[in-house]
């Protein structure tokens, strides 16, 4: 299988769930970008690397059993410690464009259940994400 590193394996949890409803739109790129420029698991890593990363995951994606494929490139590649940062992100993404569509929920439960995140802190992640994107 696929190796990544830790940096990676948040790329393409954040790709997944961006394409899950077929399209990548600016406002989920952004928050893509966003993250990634700004979030402490990232400290360190090259932004230009970034398109690269987002390409070859988007690659696997386009596969007939693409989505499964990546869901398990990032379950086993993803340090214990970074799961739940993994899921937070994910469902910041999700958010990104202010409407979780079904296709979204349905790799965002993926996601949770490869990654073993237990239902509590799933909603309370899922919660701080949707009080994160409120508008007014």
């Known amino acids: 299988m696929t ?3 830790p940096h990676a394996a948040l790329i393409y ?3 997944v769930v961006s394409a899950a409803d077929g399209s990548m ?7 893509i970008g966003d993250i990634v420029r700004h979030l402490p698991a990232f400290t360190g890593f090259d932004e ?4 690269r990363i987002a390409e070859a995951c988007a690659a696997l994606l386009a596969d007939e059993d693409g989505f499964e ?3 398990t490139i990032i379950s086993e590649n993803l340090p214990d410690k970074l799961r739940e940062t993994a899921y937070a992100i994910a469902c910041d993404i999700a958010a990104a464009n202010l409407e979780v569509d079904e296709d979204e929920m349905t790799i965002l439960q993926q996601i949770r259940w490869r990654l073993s995140i237990d239902r ?3 909603t309370a992640i899922e919660r701080g ?8």
């Open 69 to 71: 494929t990546v869901i």
């Open 120 to 122: 509590l802190t799933a």
């Open 48 to 51: 230009n690397e970034l398109p």
């Open 129 to 136: 994400s949707r009080a994160r994107h409120q508008t007014v």
């Open 25 to 31: 739109d600016d406002d989920e790129l952004r928050a």
């Open 3 to 5: 190796q990544l590193d």
């Open 13 to 15: 949890t954040m790709v």
